[in-house]
C-alpha cells in the first residue's frame, strides 16, 4: 500500500489525487497549485510541514479534510476506472484543456474526465452557447429553450449544459436532433449518470457529443459540486442564456458566475403570470441579463459585445480573486440545483 503522494509522482496522477480529496473550486488549493504545482501540493497535503503562504492554523485548517488513509489505493483505483471506462483526462496546460476555463484563475478545475468529441471544447469560446433554466420547466421553457438549442446547433455552434431534467434535456435533444454538437456538464463522476432518467439520453450526448466533469469516477453528485458546475457550465461559453428559472433556481447561480467572468448573459422572458419566470425576469429588470426570444437576438447581441469591445479595446475578464467568496455567499438562495 503506497502513500497518496507516492501515487502522485507526475502532474496528471497529482491533480488526480488533488480532484479525489479536495472539494472542487477551492480557491486555497487552487492557489498553491499555482504556486508549486500538484505534485508538491499533494505532498505539503500529506505531510505536517510548513506551507507557503499559509500560517501553521490556516495549514492545518486546510489539511483538516484530507484523509487519504481511508481510500490508500485511491489514485491508482481512478487511473484504472479512468482507462476501462474508455474516458480521457485533460489537465490545465496541456491540448484539449479548454482555454476559456483559464478564466476561473484560483478555481480553475485539477483536471477534467470526458467522454467523447473533446475537439468540441478547442474551437472560439464564442462558438460555445450554455443554455440553462429550471429543472421543473413549463411546455412554454422547454418549447423555447429547444427551438433557440436547434437553430443555434443548425448553424454548427455548440451547446452546453448540465444534463438535468427541464431546460437543460430540452437543450441537448434539441442540439442532437438537429444533428448538432452538445455538451453535457456532469456534478458527479461520468460512470454514474445523473439524473437516473436520463442514462439514455446522457449515453447519446457521450456517444454523439461530449461528456464532461472535473469529479473523478466513483463521486456522487452532491449539492456541493453542482454548485461548483455552475462555474464551468458558465465559463466554457462566450454567453449564458437562462430561459426559465424561478425565483431561486440554481440556474441563476450559472448567471452570476457568466456576469462577473464578463460573459454574455441573456434571458428568456416568460408570462409576468409564471412563477417559473420569476427569476429571469429578476435578471433582466437588475441589468444582469440582456432580453433575446430566439437565436438571432443571441447572435446579434454577441456580435455587439464582439464589436463593442473591439472598438473599446475591452478584452475578456478573468475571474476576480475573492469570486468564490462571493459564489457561496449566493448559494443560500439557490434552491434548485
Known sequence: MDSISAQAQDERSARVALALFIEPGDPTTGQL????????????LASDGAVPGMGKEAAALWRKHFQPERQPNAVRD???????????????????????LHDLGERLPFVLWAKGGVSLLSGVVTDRF????????????????????????????????????????????????????????????????YPSGHRELLERIGDLGLLLSEQ??????????????????????????IVEAAGRSGALLVARQAEELGRVVAA??????????????????EHVASLVTDASDLTALLDHRSA?????GIERRPVVPGMAQHASSRTAMVRDL
Open 33 to 44: 497549485v499555482g504556486r508549486v504545482g500538484a505534485v508538491e501540493t499533494v505532498r505539503l
Open 78 to 100: 481512478v487511473l484504472r476506472m479512468t482507462e476501462t471506462l474508455g474516458l480521457s483526462t485533460l489537465k490545465p496546460g496541456e491540448p484539449g484543456f479548454p482555454a476559456s
Open 130 to 193: 450554455s443554455i440553462t433554466g429550471s429543472r421543473a420547466a413549463t411546455s412554454y421553457g422547454i418549447h423555447v429553450a429547444g427551438e433557440i438549442a436547434s437553430d443555434l446547433a443548425s448553424h454548427e455552434k455548440v451547446l452546453v449544459s448540465g444534463g438535468a431534467y427541464g431546460i437543460d434535456a430540452a437543450v441537448h435533444r434539441a442540439a442532437l436532433a438537429a444533428r448538432g454538437h452538445t455538451v453535457a456538464v456532469m456534478a458527479g463522476g461520468l460512470d454514474r449518470p
Open 216 to 241: 473523478p469516477p466513483g463521486a456522487v453528485p452532491t449539492r456541493g459540486r453542482c454548485i461548483a458546475r455552475a462555474r464551468l457550465v458558465a465559463a466554457l461559453s462566450g454567453s449564458t442564456t
Open 268 to 285: 428568456v422572458p416568460g408570462p409576468v403570470t409564471s412563477a417559473a419566470s420569476a427569476g429571469t425576469h429578476r435578471l433582466l429588470r
Open 308 to 312: 463593442r469591445a473591439s472598438t473599446l
